[in-house]
């Protein structure tokens, strides 16, 4: 979201909440308490469903089932947890119970959390027995964490597993020789989570929330659960599409050692086998597909694969999924195009930001987490465009699944004092790309990359061009947006880099042309607000860019703006363009639905059909 606002009075907003043409049902207010009686500022339809017996309890890793999705073997640690605040100088408690408790894996400032506050340091510690059968035969037993703001240290039993930094990637530890023979198992996780105190990843979050910044995420955010594994076993396995679409490259990393090991992976479709490679594990296996299926948002088709990892009389199965498809930049009647499967698509987006009333940046359920990308498809988008914040495992799964393209924002780090990191803090945020970049590879959704948001912790304009080639270099299968927002805000100036020249527009919609190296889309726009009384955050500044006074005329704005796309973008030659935004977020009401996800605020059949006409219109090979 652009830092760069039109102001409008807010006895207009005052005025559009009098006057909005809303059934009083979809009005009214409902609030709900949470799992420990408190009552959420803002609640979901989901709020109430959560408890500590049921807090996010679908296995969190759908690319790596161990053995299936349908039948994992794991054990889940969300639930409550002994939580107390820190100075960040005393010791780990080990061996003492602390005085509250959180319920992971909320973020503390959630009122899901129980907490509802935050702390630059902090403590969890949970007692777990762990399965005798996770250790029988030689196994080892992994702990796994989604994902922890922003640096974590774990101990079990008194002992260091692991210390991992960065607050938007996953990891994982062998703990095994950390268990003792027999009873409880003491697992300590130290935090610290300055937030925007420290020039690290943080996104939208802000100590001191405020217009387009939202309420920090601090602590554990995602799932943690453990799993038992065999000495040597699969820690990633990727399937990248071949540019002839009859085959995809499997590439996997292990956990220990994995000399003499053998992988075989076969690939299924509807239940059938139509392929199989078998080969050295972390060396790339080329896997043919007959009769080959793409995947697009139309037809969002996944194949099924099994992988066995074999080293001696051990073998470690586990099932994964991918889509058959390709995405580039190609010259489509003389113009710089986005090409999906080789076919010019047009890559029509909202921005999602992932933020939740109840859970701030984790959704009370999985089916809250779907609720969005789903009615982003109902609306007629194809694409999302991920804003600064990188998602658990399952949101992606759903985006796979559904069928809508994804580009993937690297989240940023504090804005306004470009010119004043270091070289250490530019080095972080290189390693913390490569980072996402590697994790999420395998995500069939996401077609592109976004390194930097209208300059936002981008030090340089080079810095863009330097990041898109990293990323470029990494991860040569998709395309990438080295600067989101060239005209805005920090920063300010085209890199001449990546494959996408990328203007912000409020409202817009902008229509820039490509230029001799990269197709072109409008990477924000719209942004037309209404506010829903009973719906809205409270005790926020309301942030207003584009005040509408009423249901229909919100409905009316949206179907013009894009009607722009649609009849003057084909003669342009845009390849996308994301409108801001699918909900509201705290102070910001330009959302599609509201932030509760109570009320829907347009007319969905009227925004599904100029979305599928624009579309259409700018997808057609022959346009001019």
Same mark, same amino acid.
């Given at each position: 979201?652009? +830092? ?21 049902? +979809? ?9 420990? #009686? ?34 994992? *073997? ?18 780990? %408690? ?17 009122? $899901?959390?129980? &907490?509802?506050? !935050? ?5 969890? *510690?949970?007692?777990?027995? &762990? ?16 994902? &922890? ?42 935090? !610290?989570?300055?937030?925007? #105190? ?8 802000? $100590?001191? %929330?405020?217009?387009? @910044? ?24 990727? @399937? ?52 080959? !299926? ?6 969002? @088709? ?24 390709? &995405? ?5 009647? #003389?113009? =710089? ?30 089916? +809250? ?41 690297? %989240? ?16 972080? @945020? ?36 330097? $990041?898109? +080639? ?7 299968? *998709? ?5 989101? #927002?060239? =005209? ?7 890199? !001449? ?40 955050? %409270? ?21 013009? =703006? ?63």
């Amino acid at each position: 979201m652009t +830092a760069r606002r039109r102001a409008v009075g807010y006895s207009t907003l005052v005025s559009a909440f009098i006057t909005m043409g809303f059934a009083s049902a +979809a009005m009214a207010s409902d609030p709900s308490t949470t799992w420990n #009686g408190k009552e959420a500022p803002l609640s979901t339809p989901w709020t109430s469903e959560v408890s500590p017996g049921n807090a996010l309890p679908e296995y969190p890793r759908p690319q790596l089932a161990r053995p299936s999705l349908e039948h994992p *073997r794991w054990m889940s640690l969300n639930g409550l947890w002994q939580f107390a605040s820190s100075d960040g100088k005393g010791a780990p %408690p080990f061996g003492q119970v602390l005085k509250d408790q959180v319920l992971v894996p909320y973020p503390i400032e959630s009122v $899901l959390s129980g &907490v509802q506050k !935050h702390a630059d340091f902090m403590f969890y *510690r949970r007692m777990v027995d &762990v399965p005798a059968d996770f250790t029988a035969h030689g196994q080892h037993v992994r702990l796994n964490f989604g994902g &922890v703001g922003q640096d974590a240290t774990v101990y079990v039993n008194g002992k260091q597993v692991v210390n991992h930094t960065g607050g938007y990637t996953s990891f994982s530890t062998d703990i095994t020789s950390a268990l003792r023979a027999s009873g409880a198992q003491e697992i300590v996780v130290a935090v !610290h989570a300055p937030v925007d #105190g420290a020039n690290v990843m943080v996104g939208k979050q802000r $100590l001191k %929330p405020d217009g387009s @910044f939202y309420t920090a995420a601090s602590g554990i955010w995602q799932t943690v659960w453990l799993e038992p594994v065999p000495a040597s076993s699969l820690a990633q396995l990727n @399937f990248t599409p071949t540019q002839s679409l009859d085959a995809f490259t499997v590439t996997s990393r292990t956990d220990g050692s994995d000399d003499g090991a053998t992988l075989q992976v076969t690939a299924y479709a509807d239940g059938k086998p139509v392929g199989e490679a078998k080969g050295a594990p972390g060396k790339p296996l080329r896997l043919a597909i007959a009769h080959p !299926h793409p995947w697009s948002p139309q037809d969002p @088709f996944l194949y099924t694969f099994k992988a066995t990892l074999t080293q001696g009389k051990q073998s470690d199965e586990v099932t994964s999924y991918a889509g058959l498809r390709t &995405v580039a930049i190609k010259k489509v009647n #003389g113009r =710089n195009r986005i090409v999906l499967n080789n076919k010019p698509t047009f890559l029509l987006a909202t921005l999602d930001q992932g933020y939740w009333p109840d859970g701030i940046y984790t959704a009370p359920t999985d089916e +809250a987490l779907k609720f969005d990308i789903q009615k982003t498809k109902d609306l007629g988008f194809n694409t999302i465009r991920k804003h600064i914040k990188v998602e658990p495992a399952r949101w992606y799964y759903w985006a796979d699944r559904i069928g809508l393209m994804v580009w993937q924002d690297m %989240p940023a780090l504090p804005n306004g004092h470009n010119d004043k990191l270091s070289d250490a803090d530019k080095a972080t @945020f290189r390693a913390d790309v490569t980072s996402i970049v590697g994790q999420l590879s395998g995500v069939t959704s996401i077609i592109g990359w976004i390194p930097f948001n209208e300059g936002w912790g981008q030090w340089s304009i080079p810095a863009a061009a330097e $990041l898109a +080639a990293q990323i470029k270099q990494q991860d040569p299968s *998709r395309i990438v947006d080295a600067r989101s #927002g060239a =005209n805005c805000c920090d920063t300010k100036g085209d890199p !001449h880099a990546g494959d996408v020249y990328d203007i912000h527009d409020y409202q817009g919609p902008g229509l820039p042309s490509p230029d001799a190296e990269r197709a072109s889309m409008d990477g924000e726009h719209g942004g037309l607000t209404l506010g829903v009384p009973g719906h809205v955050w %409270p005790n926020t500044p309301i942030n207003p860019y584009g005040a509408v006074k009423d249901r229909d005329a919100l409905n009316a704005g949206y179907v013009a =703006n894009t009607a722009v796309l649609r009849d003057k973008g084909p003669a342009v030659g845009m390849s996308g363009s994301v409108y801001t935004q699918i909900t509201d977020v705290e102070g910001e009401h330009n959302g599609l639905y509201t932030y509760d996800r109570k009320v829907e605020k347009v007319v969905e059949s009227q925004v599904r059909a100029i979305n599928e006409a624009t579309i259409r219109a700018n997808s057609q090979v022959g346009a001019n």
